[in-house]
């Protein structure tokens, strides 16, 4: 790949990469170092992708096992079986009772999500990814990723109650397409 083409990729997938990335790390500086570890990883083997129309499609997903390798490394990875019996299967709360959030409220409350329900929905709702492009992303079955969703979001509406934002109502989250599922 020449260094146009190289910019080129760079450019169009940037922005997305490190959103998702500071969605994982809660951090700039982790997720600046992500995206430029999965860029770098890129140069370095990205020459062995067959096609590439599925070039955004390896750098999530490089990123994200990026991620993973780097939370192994620290032990500071938590499991859905280490979460409170709680948290495990929250609740859903009746959506239909809220309305109306702040942008940077949802981003803050999402922090708060844990990591394993916290990259799938950010995949789906920011970066517009389908069922199946988010478990070939985060490698599980698409029906985890279903869970997932599900799970994160209801912890994202806790978060959402919980947070300043009494006064304020929440968005339902939109419905899936059966088009996105596939």
Known sequence: MNNEAFTQL?????????????????????????????????????HGLRELSKAKSWLFTTLYREF?????????????????????????????????????????????????????????????????????TIDVPIGTVMSRLSRGKAQLRMALEQSGSAGTKVFPFPSPKGARAS
């Open 68 to 136: 993973l390798r780097g939370r192994r490394r620290d032990s500071r990875s938590s499991s859905l079986e280490d979460l409170p019996p709680g948290e495990k299967e929250p609740a859903a709360e009746d959506v239909d009772r809220v309305s109306k959030i702040d942008a940077a409220a949802v981003m803050t409350a999402l922090q708060t999500v844990d990591e394993a329900f916290r990259a799938p929905l950010t995949l789906f709702y920011i970066e517009d990814m389908s069922y199946q492009e988010i478990a070939d």
């Open 10 to 46: 760079v450019d169009a997938n940037y922005a997305p990469l490190y959103r998702f990335a500071l969605s994982l790390a809660r951090n700039a500086s982790d997720a600046g170092d992500l995206v430029q570890q999965t860029f770098f990883i890129w140069a370095t083997k990205g």
